[in-house]
Nanobody, 123 residues
């Protein structure tokens, strides 16, 4: 059974950093693309980053380029999202999800989802 569990969220001041983790079980990580998404209250779920299954290529939404970095540790079956220079606009519930397709930021492409972790950026 496929499970994804996010962790690492919390309250951070503007300009601060957090590292989110997505621990996966029930499948081998190196066969799947993993994406990170977020959803703020009253807004649609937004794709923010992904790392591809085949060549490890990555993609980011423009609003986080240069601030966020995605990485994967296949031995630990974990994907990370390092978030730096956080802004109040980054406040949302963050989700990881998996797809057999290559890296895309479209939520409908992803099949399995974690339960989410809250990130709040506030002074």
């Amino acid at each position: 059974q496929v499970h994804l569990v996010e962790s690492g969220g919390g309250l951070v001041q503007p300009g601060g950093s957090l590292r989110l983790s997505c621990a996966v079980s029930g499948f081998a990580l190196d066969y799947y693309t993993i994406g990170w998404f977020r959803q703020a209250p009253g807004k649609e779920r937004e794709g923010i980053s992904c790392i591809s299954v085949d060549d490890g290529s990555t993609d980011y939404v423009d609003s986080v380029k240069g601030r966020f970095a995605i990485s994967r540790d296949n031995d630990r079956n974990t994907v990370y999202l390092q978030m730096n220079s956080l802004e109040p606009g980054d406040t949302a519930v963050y989700y990881c999800a998996t797809t057999r397709w290559s890296c895309v930021l479209t939520p409908s492409t992803y099949n399995y989802w974690g339960q989410g972790t809250q990130v709040t950026v506030s002074s």
